[in-house]
């Protein structure tokens, strides 16, 4: 028995159905850059400093975070306080904002890297406008992700394991009932399983 589009479907709610999303090929430095400012509204400057230690294709996902909560914090600040008159309002680009969150999530939920620190850059592809109409199947590429870091972990220098968690945990408790660690409804307080 192993796990199929269909659990991943039914579990978490992901499509399986739609255009693949890939990313290979050939991501020079000014084609990510070019990428990250239609996305993020941006400069070279802002994307280098975003950098996992200021080198290669991958952001760091807390510089990210850190950067867009302060902006959101200074934005939320603005809107509280009267401005003189004269003084322009600062304004954030909600599609920024929506894109570092999805890169976030992806990052830290669906497509994870065994560091747990950075997202490729390459992501921010699956954003661009011409392409926000196109369903893209995310559960097949989280699915993807899981049987490789599945099969990398088995290997015998294989020593952490990098995934989408959550859907192998509600698999095991879907099909594995019976288990002797598996929690019973009647023993929680929890209304459904939780994983944690």
């Known amino acids: 028995m192993t796990m199929s589009l269909d659990?991943?479907?039914h579990l978490i709610g992901l499509s399986a159905n739609g255009d693949v999303p890939i990313t290979e090929g050939s991501w020079s430095l000014p084609k990510l850059v070019e990428i990250?400012?239609?996305?993020?509204?941006?400069?070279?400057?802002?994307?280098?400093?975003?950098?996992?230690g200021g080198q290669g294709?991958?952001?760091?996902?807390?510089?990210?975070?850190?950067?867009?909560?302060?902006?959101?914090?200074?934005?939320?600040d603005n809107i509280h306080n009267e401005r003189p008159a004269g003084q322009k309002k600062k304004t954030m680009s909600v599609l920024s904002v929506a894109c570092t969150y999805m890169l976030y999530v992806?990052?830290?939920?669906l497509l994870p890297?065994?560091?747990?620190?950075?997202?490729?850059a390459r992501y921010l592809y699956f954003f661009e406008k011409d392409k926000a109409n196109i369903k893209w199947p995310w559960g097949s590429a989280v699915l993807a992700h899981?049987?490789?870091?599945?099969g990398a972990t088995s290997q015998i220098d294989g020593e952490q394991f990098a995934a989408y968690t959550t859907l192998l945990?509600?698999?095991?408790?879907?099909?594995?009932p019976k288990l002797p660690s598996?929690?019973?409804?009647?023993?929680?307080?929890?209304?459904?399983?939780?994983?944690?």
């Open 7 to 9: 659990d991943v479907q």
């Open 57 to 76: 294709n991958s952001l760091s996902l807390v510089k990210l975070v850190n950067f867009y909560a302060g902006k959101l914090e200074k934005y939320n």
């Open 146 to 150: 899981l049987f490789h870091n599945l």
């Open 182 to 196: 598996i929690p019973k409804e009647q023993y929680s307080d929890a209304a459904e399983y939780c994983t944690r």
């Open 113 to 120: 890297v065994k560091k747990g620190s950075y997202v490729t």
């Open 36 to 52: 990250f400012k239609k996305n993020l509204y941006q400069d070279e400057d802002f994307f280098n400093s975003m950098k996992t």
């Open 169 to 176: 945990e509600s698999w095991i408790f879907a099909h594995f």
């Open 106 to 109: 992806l990052g830290t939920f």
